[in-house]
DNA sequence: AATGATGCTTGATTCGCTCAAGTAATTCGG
DNA sequence: CCGAATTACTTGAGCGAATCAAGCATCATT
């Protein structure tokens, strides 16, 4: 399991929770895509694949180096989730798209992946609107 | 950088901008450990050594490995930034401390770290107090 | 004193990530 | 239309993080 983001000393209480909340979601992360044997990166690359698109283009999304995109690709293509086809527009270009089975996989890590509408799902309306309102505030 | 953790589909409002919080909050903290020439994990490490204290006070505290613990701790020291003593105690363990320069790092880092500090800023004091409770209640 | 548990290290392996180079295809300037 | 840059991606080398299996030394227990 990746170690947690923090903290070196939470001087306030919000940010202390706020640690909290990121540790707690990353490891629920985590553990969801371990549950259908895939790392964090492959499970997001993954569901970044609601339309084809190029390897660039998931690069740059994800903030990230080609070469990375490249070699998880290349795995999820392994594993028979991925398909990776010669873009017709521009021979250089590789147009990457979920498999049936990526599909249905990506489904289940949706399902697996809990933590997020858990955690909503405590909250009353009012309150969900009140903290998408704070959280945007704070995030500027 | 690490790849972002989520979304495959976000499907409300307030389970985005909780994404959102956590990739800015990872993000950042990996920018601020690369500001020091360390690595998240490294910073993390090195963050808990308020006390000096075991290899696996550590590893449980971190839920790894301990032998993922002994390679951040060994490179640590390769830093000169954290000691490593044998326990006067139990002649088995190693107390792990942090140097002066480790402190001064440590320090450097908190203050390099600068996103959930500023987060924080940007809500009154009852709207901090309001986050908290919302967090709370969230995370069950 | 022997047995077993504990605390940590080592070695092997996998993955993520980055950088530097390389290849192929496209675009652009003349 | 041809050569030069640019773009899109891959390959290879190298490092850190992480896990697992073994191993070693040191307790702790009986």
Excluded: H, W
């Amino acid at each position: 399991m990746a170690l947690p983001n923090g903290p070196v000393a939470t001087s306030s209480e919000v940010e202390a929770v706020l640690f909290d909340l990121v540790d707690v979601y990353d490891r629920a992360y985590e553990a969801a895509a371990a549950e259908l044997s895939l790392s964090p990166a492959q499970a997001c690359v993954l569901g970044r694949l609601d339309e084809r698109r190029g390897m660039g283009a998931l690069a740059e999304e994800l903030g990230c180096d080609a070469s990375n995109i490249t070699q998880i690709v290349v795995r999820l293509e392994a594993l028979g989730l991925v398909t990776r086809e010669p873009d017709p527009r521009d021979r250089r270009g590789r147009l990457v798209a979920r498999t049936t089975r990526g599909d249905e996989i990506n489904q289940r890590f949706a399902t697996a992946f809990t933590f997020a509408r858990t955690a909503v799902a405590r909250l009353s309306a009012a309150e969900q609107d009140q903290l998408t309102a704070l959280l945007r505030k704070a995030l500027g």
